[in-house]
């Protein structure tokens, strides 16, 4: 049993070992460069480098926890980080990327070459849409309440999953998971939530080790509680609708549910649709692999092939198929009145219907492959569906789909490892690779644009 956190030796090769350091260390100094291209920005990250300098450190946790939300974990660490100089957060930042990557390759890739299960991983965060990484990973604030409490909660369950299948974890990195995971679940709702569901399946998964699962889920429930019962969530709430929506209070259950679903795709169809093409594409190859060619191969295959064009032409933006009234950029347009309630409550019912499908299919496909990985999908659809009920999610836009995303991330990872064929590894490896491309390619530009401001 290695005293150890999380062993970097994981390829039974010191070559491999070696390659596979090298890499993390190149891909920490490219995010550490980026992260020197970033400083204060004049929203939060100015209200929260103001309020340090006003409050001592507790007064400026009760102050928040009264006044505005219950997310203690994330307020201390960005009472912390704004106290400090700028290059702690650019160091922490970067290791919290790589972590991220590291833990997913433990957790599902270990056994692949370390040069495509890098490339594989970096799905979780490369193949996402600008607004969703920008503001979720390189927006200082966004980075402490959303990539941070990520990496911790992948964390805690790697840990605990590692002890739920082996039982071969140190006493130094059990404690670290339960000081992980009460960060990452006391600094974000959707944090919380997925945990929630996460240590509940493996409750139903493995009923003869629920006393090793019993004190995460307690830790996770305590700080679900502390979250909820936070005078300052009802007082937010009040705020937000006063500034993003104020009509929320009187819309009928009908307009909420069709302007908050018609969010929700939109979201899907513009933040994560070369993510799902990555999860469908695994899938394919996995399949394929198993050289089953009755019809019950033909009607998946198929189906997987005209997914993965169907959310090729969502990333492209085709209107007939993405047009819900506004767009990714405009997520985070307050509602003011009747006028733009009106223009955004009809129903579009041929991207309703299209990215309904989408979705629909592609989790029938995880299901029938894998009910266990399929769990994975159903959470991260609930972290992103509890928005639905909320009018904040107009202040939040594409961040809200991060923990989503990681969370299918693992689903694509899953499939590929079950992919024995090492041609076929590679011939998927350069099919993702592409769309990585088309991604960063579109993020880019995107990124120019609001930096020019055109």
């Known amino acids: 049993m290695t005293s150890k956190l999380v062993s970097f030796s994981s390829f039974n090769s010191p070559k491999k070992d070696l390659i596979y350091k090298g890499l993390i260390f190149t891909i920490f100094l490219i995010i550490l460069g980026i992260d020197c291209l970033i400083h204060y920005s004049d929203g939060d990250d100015a209200i929260f480098l103001q309020t340090v300098s006003e409050y001592k450190f507790f007064d400026f946790l009760k102050m928040r926890y009264i006044s505005w939300s219950g997310r203690l974990a994330a307020d201390a660490a960005a009472y912390i980080l704004f106290s400090l100089p700028l290059f702690v957060w650019r160091v922490l930042n970067a290791v ?88 990452a679940a006391l600094s974000q709702e959707q944090t919380a939530g997925a945990l929630f569901m996460l240590e509940s399946s493996f409750f139903l998964l493995f009923p003869k080790k629920w006393k090793e699962i019993l004190p995460y889920f307690i830790i996770t429930l305590f700080c679900i509680a502390i979250i909820l019962l936070a005078p300052g969530t009802a007082i937010r709430s009040q705020n937000e609708v006063a500034s993003w929506f104020p009509v929320w209070n009187d819309l009928t259950l009908k307009t909420r549910s069709i302007l908050s679903i018609q969010w929700l795709l939109n979201g899907f169809a513009e933040s994560l649709s070369l993510l799902f093409a990555s999860i469908q594409s695994c899938i394919l190859v996995y399949i394929i692999s198993k050289k089953n060619r009755s019809i019950k191969f033909f009607i998946p295959f198929i189906t997987l092939v005209i997914l993965i064009i169907g959310e090729i032409l969502s990333f492209a933006r085709i209107p007939l198929l993405t047009n819900f009234g506004f767009n990714i950029e405009n997520m985070t347009t307050a509602i003011v009145n009747e ?108 990124a120019l644009a609001y930096v020019t401001g055109t």
């Open 96 to 183: 919290a990327i790589c972590s991220i990557i590291h833990l997913l390759i433990q957790g599902l890739l270990k056994k692949i070459n370390p040069l495509i299960s890098i490339l594989v991983a970096a799905t979780a965060l490369v193949l996402l849409d600008f607004h969703v990484t920008g503001w979720a990973c390189f927006w200082i604030t966004g980075s402490i309440f959303y990539l941070w409490p990520a990496a911790a909660a992948i964390f805690a369950i790697y840990t605990l999953y590692t002890i739920l299948k082996t039982d071969n974890v140190s006493k130094l990195q059990k404690t670290a998971s339960f000081l992980f995971l009460i960060y």
């Open 339 to 446: 006028e733009q309630l009106k223009s955004l409550s009809i129903i579009h019912s041929i991207p309703v219907l299209f990215q309904s499908l989408l979705l629909l299919f592609t989790f029938i496909l995880i299901f029938i492959h894998s009910r266990r990985i399929s769990i994975f999908f159903i959470t991260g659809f609930a972290c992103a569906a509890v928005l639905i009920f909320s009018p904040t999610m107009y202040a939040s836009a594409g961040r809200v789909f991060f923990i989503p995303a990681i969370l299918f991330a693992v689903i694509s990872l899953h499939f590929f490892s079950k992919i024995q064929s090492l041609k076929s590894q590679v011939l998927l490896t350069v099919w993702i690779s592409l769309l990585m491309g088309m991604q960063l390619v579109f993020n880019y530009k995107a």
